[in-house]
């Protein structure tokens, strides 16, 4: 029997590990007084709930299995059967398609509390499918297909008369290298995604997000809704450690298909510095980002470990004749880890709007204000 | 590893522990024949299911985690994050928000099936927030900020526009003495609970109770929907336990503030007396009461523990104009403890009703008789 | 602590195991072109995700408790307690009812992918109940009185002004001889089953089923809604085992009782051979079929174990006046398991389909073939 937050147990090449996750959320979101949303105030939230299982079953076949209750209705995260066999592992099941740097960063391990505004403008989510990985030196390669979220081919998933014929499918890929040059780690990535939505098409897609905020559910920014049959996306991605010091940068861009229509092409970026106070490094592996582990815990003597972040945060729904808006966000955190596994976050984001979806008295270009905090297990 | 009806495991501060709860339940419901309603008869459910975990993560940080499954949906019980340092254990999370002792007694370690019938038709249910609780000899002082439930403050569940920005909040607190007379345990608690609807002061308020037995559905007692901007309500509790013998009893006032009209107080209390048959004590320990464990279990030469309850239980829903109705019951309960962590529970309760919401013929007032039983499971 | 795909923790009497399971499937339905359905073409699913334990409290006690994660709707499955002495074994919750072998058979230790088509449009499903089961040499003979299935019952499962007070009931029985012939096990089996309706007779019945593929949910059998006010249903099973063959087959009739009509009677049966390539059997224990334990696992210097199963597969929803359609179908399925724990399937079935719910131009008589692969994971 290990520990990693809750005990690991191994026999041979087969072990099981217990893994949970709690995530409560609140926060205050300060608009022009002439904006008439409910979303306006104060608001909380137990923002997810992870209940699970990893393991392996000897031959190089692994697993993990977790339930997620999320706005209280239970989500699959990640649910797939792995294969690893030196320096390939392929996944099959409910799995992130490679999205970007920020997506695939666990929500428990990020800088800020909320992944960057295209992540979810931009419709990232776990899919099932079928994934490959070669790691090798300095090079990260994965690829998949993947059909759509577990979620969406349940068979009441897709209309009262159709039953889960949903046939959507996309391709994905992403490319990492992560060279160290003496004690900074760098990371440069590169990722393409192409998905046709089949008879999926039927329904016109949205693209919208919230003002950092979970908790408060209003898109201040939004499109329409948009004929579309298909998707593509790409992204770049920078990103680096030295000791206290990291830094990080993405640029994802998303063209929607239109049959008979031009397509129009959405964006979205930031970049980001950090640095733990405390001395501590961020931990990098495999192509992402991990926690900062505190060097010296609380009960161990310690007040455990503290990092700051700032961020610019850069998302546009305007392309063509789509007008979804734009932001330009800046989001300052701190993070107090007091002892492994365990983060109390708190965020202060100022975003400004241009053509937001929800009006200040007539006014489509404003600001607001949000301060949100989060206390956050996992284990 | 050690046992606790599962294994508990640890090393070092950290430890772990896996939780499970099975209640099955069933029962008759006797109405008078002119009454109408689709309760009467038998009807048995699927009571609570849970799954989670508890464990510590060391420096003082522990946690509890846990899905229930309750008619069929999924709801969240105890799930927090806990600080505990010396006579100081700080919460924050979704908890009890020190109600009432019958309230914060396990559902698994009741006298009786259901709890009073105050405890539901005032709504008592956990909610997100942080609480601080202070044990020192005698005293148990605990005091708490809550907003609503989890399931309240959910993106969905705040109406078709809305998202969910319900910002309700409450301030609860509780103090119990417990000395000890020689062989004899004493309790003396007082709570009192303060509430602002805020927002949720759109929709109307109802207070209403089933006739004990949960797997019949219709309330017999029900106020009519009250326009109200908050509540306030206290409690009184007084218990003791001296060798197989024990006692409680409680009354609880609930007043709600309707803007403009005069606020009506409704009222519950119960008073119950038990005695363990097969001589063993009921636990005592942070303020509730606990289960009985049986000296000589199934298995080791014994027949387990069994336990009886007489309990004499009251609910007033009539103030003011407002007319819910009125409840004088009597229950009678036996509960046998084969083996720890596992209880049968057989009751019979007298429900005499005045002001009934449901008619029999067209009377208000008349009786009705439940028998019910349960297999419980928890560990 | 032993090991069974997961760590399995004992501690005298009392035990422990986490169990877990995943099934991933994905398949091709073609049918004639005159078909109008979205069922046609590639379909995939998350066909169940499993989350429980498993554990024995000392004194006989022991229980199940199960989350199954299906459709993206959490359901119970076994969730029950039992008690064990000598011979007898006594089970009180939510479990199957005798129903039939090959729903018995766990769904990730069947030979093909999904179950007889009878076992699905007769509706089995597990129900909470009490059921007693003797078992002595080669007899094995089950009993139980069981309501309805625990979604069934929950409180807003019976109509918008109903409450839970479903009282439907029913009494289930099954015996099973499996002598030993020199090498050859053998298995004998009957079953009874009655059941009330109760009040759930005010909703009609409908009996129907899919074209074998779970991801492509339309019937292309089903009845007409039936005005019934119960059940009656038997079936005989064989099957056998001899080193690395074994064989199936099952006849079962359902009578559903109308109330002045004269009573329609359907019919469901299978016949199957199946044959284990590398050599190992295919378990059998407490009258059904196991999983083959591969003995020369991936990981281990072999390949895994390879199985294969040709069924015919016939179904008739035509009596008296109801014409719900009738299939006669052959699956052959190929079973690979690389290490204990852990399958791939992949199946072919053709469907002869004659008065078929889903018609293809003006025919209701023709067929479908179907390819399907699933991937499955069972602790």
Do not use: C
């Not at 897709?158 to 900074?184: F, H, Q």
């Not at 950092?212 to 948009?226: C, D, E, W």
Request: charged content about 20%; aromatic content about 12%.
């Amino acid at each position: 029997i290990a520990w990693k937050g809750g005990p690991v147990f191994s026999k041979g090449a087969a072990s099981f590990k217990v893994k949970g996750r709690i995530q409560y959320d609140a926060g205050m979101l300060a608009t022009p007084h002439s904006v008439q949303d409910r979303a306006k105030g104060y608001s909380n939230e137990l923002r997810r709930l992870r209940l699970g299982g990893e393991g392996q079953l000897g031959g190089g076949f692994g697993y993990k299995l977790e339930l997620e209750l999320s706005d209280n209705s239970v989500d699959l995260v990640d649910t797939f059967i792995g294969y690893e066999k030196g320096k390939w592992l392929v996944t099959l099941g409910n799995q992130n398609a490679f999205q970007s740097l920020d997506e695939l960063i666990s929500d428990t391990g990020g800088s800020v509390m909320e992944r960057a505004a295209f992540t979810d403008a931009f419709g990232f989510e776990r899919r099932l499918g079928l994934s490959a990985q070669y790691r090798s030196g300095l090079l990260l390669a994965q690829a998949g297909i993947f059909s759509d979220s577990a979620d969406s081919l349940t068979n009441d998933a897709d209309g009262p008369d159709g039953g889960d014929e949903n046939n959507s499918y996309g391709v994905d890929g992403r490319i990492v290298l992560a060279p160290k040059l003496g004690k900074t780690q760098l990371h440069f990535g590169l990722s393409g995604h192409w998905r046709d939505f089949q008879r999926l098409s039927e329904t016109p897609q949205r693209y919208r997000q919230r003002a950092y905020l979970h908790s408060a559910n209003s898109r201040f920014l939004s499109t329409p809704r948009i004929a579309a049959d298909g998707e593509t996306h790409y992204g770049a991605e920078f990103a680096g450690v030295r000791g206290p010091l990291w830094w990080a940068g993405e640029a994802h861009w998303l063209r929607v298909s239109r049959p008979g229509l031009a397509d129009p092409t959405f964006f979205g970026g930031y970049g980001e510095v950090g640095y733990v106070l405390t001395g501590e490094s961020r931990g990098y592996r495999n192509g992402i980002f991990g926690i900062v582990k505190p060097a010296r815990p609380v009960g161990s003597g310690g007040w455990g470990a503290l990092q700051a972040t700032l961020r610019y945060d850069y998302l546009s729904l305007n392309d063509r004749d789509i007008v979804g808006g734009t932001q330009n966000a800046i989001i300052a955190a701190l993070v107090w880890t007091p002892v492994e596994y365990l983060r109390f976050n708190v965020n202060y984001a100022r975003l400004d709007y241009s053509d937001a979806a929800i009006l200040a008295g007539g006014r489509k270009d404003y600001g607001v204000d949000v301060i949100a905090w989060r206390a956050e297990l996992d284990f």
